[in-house]
């Protein structure tokens, strides 16, 4: 009776790591393409504080989306091989889409950190420039 109420319990929380999963939009596809103009570095705009911010945020939502992705697989994965009897082949799912997520969560959270602080940095830089500007015109 325990071990049928476990499994239950277990099935129930894979369900919903997996219907969250699968709610979750797809991370927009790579548009590099080897026909893009390559670009010198005097063509390159230097991106704003804000957009620079923004996209941090945007690196950080990716890595949340992909790494959802990886959970609900794994769950997936484990679903189907607890229904056929191979429990252990259902905890290695589990563990892979878990791993996977951790990574996509870490890489994403890293980058859109950073890019959060170089923006920030640059505000601060924005913010010094007209402070000196104003104390030279007095």
Same mark, same amino acid.
């Given at each position: 009776?325990?071990?049928?109420?476990?499994?239950?319990?277990?099935?129930?929380?894979?369900?919903?790591?997996?219907?969250?999963?699968?709610?979750?939009?797809?991370?927009?596809?790579?548009?590099?393409?080897?026909? %893009?103009?390559? %670009?010198?570095?005097?063509d390159?705009?230097?991106?704003?504080?804000?957009?620079?911010?923004?996209?941090?945020?945007?690196?950080?939502?990716?890595?949340?989306?992909?790494?959802?992705?990886?959970?609900?697989?794994?769950?997936?994965?484990?679903?189907?091989?607890?229904?056929?009897?191979?429990?252990?082949?259902?905890?290695?799912?589990?563990?892979?889409?878990?791993?996977?997520?951790?990574?996509?969560?870490?890489?994403?959270?890293?980058?859109?950190?950073?890019?959060?602080?170089?923006?920030?940095?640059g505000?601060?830089?924005?913010?010094?420039?007209k402070?000196?500007?104003?104390?030279?015109?007095?």
């Amino acid at each position: 009776m325990r071990s049928a109420f476990r499994t239950a319990c277990f099935l129930a929380i894979i369900s919903v790591f997996g219907i969250y999963g699968w709610s979750q939009p797809n991370p927009a596809p790579n548009t590099n393409s080897a026909d %893009t103009h390559k %670009t010198t570095p005097q063509d390159k705009k230097k991106t704003g504080p804000g957009k620079e911010m923004g996209k941090g945020g945007g690196d950080i939502g990716k890595g949340v989306a992909k790494g959802t992705g990886d959970m609900a697989k794994g769950t997936a994965g484990a679903a189907g091989n607890l229904a056929r009897g191979n429990v252990g082949s259902a905890g290695a799912s589990l563990g892979k889409g878990a791993g996977g997520m951790g990574k996509n969560v870490a890489v994403g959270t890293g980058k859109g950190v950073g890019k959060i602080g170089k923006g920030v940095g640059g505000e601060f830089k924005k913010l010094g420039g007209k402070s000196k500007q104003s104390t030279e015109k007095n």
